[in-house]
């Protein structure tokens, strides 16, 4: 029951987080059926539930009878803003990136050891789209997001999957500023090319080290200063 108890916080800040941090969900929006939120989170409806009734009682959410969960609509930006944690730091994209460079290699190596068959499998599917995208010349940000966050879920490691949503800033501008240089894009596309083929051979030392020049690459080229 305790670690029902505590499990519950974990998701009610997830999705927190899918509000404050990712602007999935903005006020008045209906969250996905319990079934389909239950299952993306890899969690019971039980424990969604829960974690749905912290977030109603702190009054971030809404039960709305036959309709569904709604992010309430008098909500303000102000109360979101509050509970953003970035929101109180002036947050660059030199700071980001020095933490994605501290962050995600190690991330990367891990996930190479520990991914499930299926996890992994995700993450190559997630690295082709991103070269689709790029290649049809398409927004691709959201598909970064997914590729680095299930990498970073594949590792196993719960306080890793929390760090991701401030990661999410970094990524945004990296695909901003990498759209207005080709060779950064050229880059982007060999370099995950190369952390997906680490990956997928179950070598972790090359994966963080594919992962590693990824980064070095987007701060030489991107002029992160």
């Known amino acids: 029951m305790a670690y029902e108890k505590r ?107 520990r ?18 995208k790029i290649r049809k010349g398409e927004d691709r940000t959201e598909v970064e997001q997914e590729f680095h966050k299930s990498i970073a879920k594949a590792t196993h490691n719960e306080f890793m999957n929390k760090l991701m949503p401030v990661i999410y800033e970094a990524i945004d501008k990296g695909v901003v500023l990498s759209e207005e240089k080709e060779i950064a894009i050229q880059d982007t596309v060999i370099d995950h090319r190369m952390i997906v083929e680490f990956m997928e051979a179950r070598n972790a030392e090359g994966a963080k080290n594919a992962m590693k020049i990824h980064i070095l690459h987007a701060i030489k080229e991107l002029d992160i200063e």
Do not use: H, Q, W
């Not at 999935?24 to 939120?37: A, T, V, W, Y």
């Not at 989170?41 to 009734?53: G, K, M, P, Y």
């Not at 995700?122 to 789209?129: H, Q």
């Open 7 to 113: 499990l519950s916080d974990r998701v009610a800040d997830d999705i927190l987080n899918m509000i404050t941090i990712e602007k999935r969900f903005l006020p008045g929006d209906k969250l996905p059926n319990e079934n389909d939120l239950s299952k993306e989170l890899d969690i019971s409806r039980t424990t969604l539930r829960e974690a749905i009734r912290i977030l109603v009682t702190n009054g971030i959410l809404e039960i709305k009878r036959g309709l569904g969960t709604f992010v309430r609509e008098d909500i303000s930006v102000e109360k979101l803003n509050e509970l953003n944690p970035l929101s109180s730091a002036k947050v660059n994209a030199k700071d980001l990136y020095e933490m994605r460079l501290i962050f995600e290699p190690e991330a990367a190596y891990l996930a190479t050891l």
């Open 115 to 132: 991914a499930t068959d299926d996890e992994l499998k995700k993450i190559l599917k997630l690295g082709e789209k991103i070269e689709e």
